[in-house]
């Protein structure tokens, strides 16, 4: 029979976009369907004058490429370890957390208690209970470790006497810096201060950051960066897993640790504490992160995230184009798993500049690459996969030098682009550690967790008011 449709005598070609039902049917007879992933833009269309603005504006190609050939360049060193007061200039009384500026009314619990804790060490009071009477005095002057080239896990909270790591990129100058990793559980970061996590602080004070100062200045400068690129081909993807980073880390100083003439008895407890902390590294790719997204900073049109950050209390954005403006939004509670009998009554909002990983394209955004992260913040290792392809939607470009094998080396999604993001409805994933609501608690589980869409929605309006008008011709 002559003149009978393809439709008719050809297999179909099915692609199906949006709602699955569709081609859960046809998948269900047989039929190959082609999923295609789709999102209204976000904002309900309260967005679209704003996105079409940016859309057109005639300086953000150029303005991305320069932002994100910026980033890509930067090669970031460990050149130090010193005293936060003399790194940062930090004296009596000041204190650094993460995220954006937030006052002590507004403070989350566990900032409130790395705050107590960072008083007690500091000797500015002599408990806890103390230092809350004169932190809710304004003894103390609070500021964000963004504001100082520095970034704090959790809380992240920098007091003068803390020792920090300091990174430097050889071709800039520029350096940044972090504080050492306590490990985890009741941890300062977390908002823990019992004595125990006093004492801590003191021996890294008093032994660690010494020994590791001289392992570094005698070792000469650390590649963080090529550290970062073969962590990610070993299982480790930088934000919750840095099991391969940090024994790489301790491979590259053990010879000049144990080599540095320092009693046997302290060198021995110091491999002990950072081989035993599987989270070590995490303080060093921070630094290395901020570091390259510092650099992507201050180009007009440009629409490229270069922080993102959480104080426990609000979610904050910057943007490469808009200056040093934060963008915020009440920080969102995570998804995930908790120990012992903890649960999500216990845990406070999202909370920490460890998001500077994701912004600089690792932590969530290369899940893929370490499947195991699934069994400590939950998911599954098709979740992962997912995950890590869904990001390249909202990026701007693939980082040659950190490479995922699972995704037959693809570089990792880079450059979290604003207007991506809008027109997407595709938010960041992230993932991290849960804090506990009420000072004192410590760590209380790890998950997943992404920024509020609001944070992207108030940068796109700032970047269309900043946009040249629309032609009318």
Known sequence: MSGESALL????????????????????????VTRV??????????????????LADPRRAAANATAVERVLAVRPQLVDVRPAGEALGLEAGDFLHAGPPVDWERASGPLR???????????????????????????ARLDSCHHHAAVGPMAGVISPSMWVFELADPATGRRSWCSLNEGLGRVLRYGAYGPEVIDRLRWMSAVLGPLLRDAVRAHGPVDIGAI????????DEGHNRNRAGTLMLLREVLPELVGGGAPASDVAEAVRFVSGNDHFFLNLVMPGAKLMMDAGRDVPGSTMVVAMARNGTDFGVQVSGTGDTWFTAPAELPDGL?????GPDDANPDIGDSTIA????????????????????????????????????????????????????RGAPTGIDV????????????????????????QVGAGLVNPPARCFALAMAALAEAAPPLSTR
């Open 37 to 54: 992933g789709f999102r209204p833009p976000m904002g309900d269309g309260s967005l679209d004058d704003a996105l079409v603005r940016v």
């Open 228 to 235: 970062v690129a073969q962590m990610l081909q070993m299982g």
């Open 9 to 32: 005598t050809t297999d179909p070609s099915v692609v199906s976009v949006g709602a699955g039902m569709f081609a859960d049917a046809l998948a269900a007879q047989a039929v190959p």
């Open 113 to 139: 208690g790395a705050l107590m804790g960072a008083m007690v060490f500091e000797g500015l009071a002599a408990d806890p209970d103390a230092a809350e009477r004169a932190l809710a005095s304004g003894a």
């Open 358 to 409: 994701e912004t600089a394209g690792i932590g969530g955004f290369v899940m893929a690459t370490a499947p195991a992260i699934v069994r400590f913040v939950g998911g599954d290792v098709d979740f992962a996969l997912a995950t890590s392809r869904s990001m390249y939607e909202i990026t701007l470009a693939e980082n040659p030098a950190f490479q995922l094998p699972i995704l037959d080396f």
């Open 419 to 442: 207007a991506g993001v809008v027109r997407t409805g595709v938010l960041p994933q992230i993932n991290t550690g849960m804090a506990g609501r009420v000072p004192g608690t410590g």
């Open 338 to 342: 908790y120990l012992g009998s903890y």
